[in-house]
């Protein structure tokens, strides 16, 4: 057991690795002598198309994908078109041939004008103007 010991303290006592004689006399010089020098070069000039590209990239995609939903849009709800072919107006603009269309929306102007409309301030109005 004591054998063993003395190997242990021998071993713990001894450093396994040695640096070369002289070896950090000529370490600058050797380090120095591996780098390559400098060289200055002109810096690299970008154009402004270079500089744009992403986002013109980006826009494009936006109108791309605007020009789809439009399509895919229509696709399905599909225009109504009479028996000549012509679209036919669904918009709340109506035209003067569509007397149907007028008497809606004549219909809806007087539906807002009961609902939002107070009946006092009206003739709160007509009081004052006769004044």
């Known amino acids: 057991?004591?054998?063993?010991?003395?190997?242990?303290?021998?071993?713990?006592?001894?450093?396994?690795?040695?640096?070369p004689e002289g070896?950090?006399?000529?370490?600058?010089?050797?380090?120095m002598s591996r780098i390559p020098e400098k060289?200055?070069?002109?810096?690299?000039?970008?154009?402004i198309y270079t500089r744009i590209k992403p986002f013109l990239y980006l826009?494009?995609?936006?109108v791309g994908a605007i020009i789809m939903v439009n399509i895919i849009g229509k696709?399905?709800?599909g225009s109504p078109e009479d028996d000549n072919g012509t679209p036919v107006n669904?918009?709340?603009v109506s035209s003067v041939n569509?007397?149907?269309?007028?008497?809606?929306?004549?219909?809806?102007?007087?539906?807002?004008?009961?609902?939002?409309v107070d009946k006092y301030a009206l003739s709160y109005i007509d009081d004052f103007m006769e004044n």
């Open 59 to 62: 826009a494009a995609m936006f």
């Open 23 to 31: 070896y950090f006399e000529g370490f600058t010089d050797e380090l």
């Open 75 to 77: 696709m399905k709800s």
């Open 98 to 116: 569509d007397p149907a269309g007028i008497s809606e929306d004549a219909e809806f102007l007087e539906y807002i004008e009961e609902m939002y």
């Open 1 to 19: 057991m004591e054998k063993e010991k003395n190997t242990l303290d021998e071993l713990l006592n001894r450093q396994p690795f040695r640096v």
């Open 39 to 47: 060289t200055v070069s002109e810096p690299e000039i970008i154009s």
């Open 90 to 92: 669904t918009g709340l």
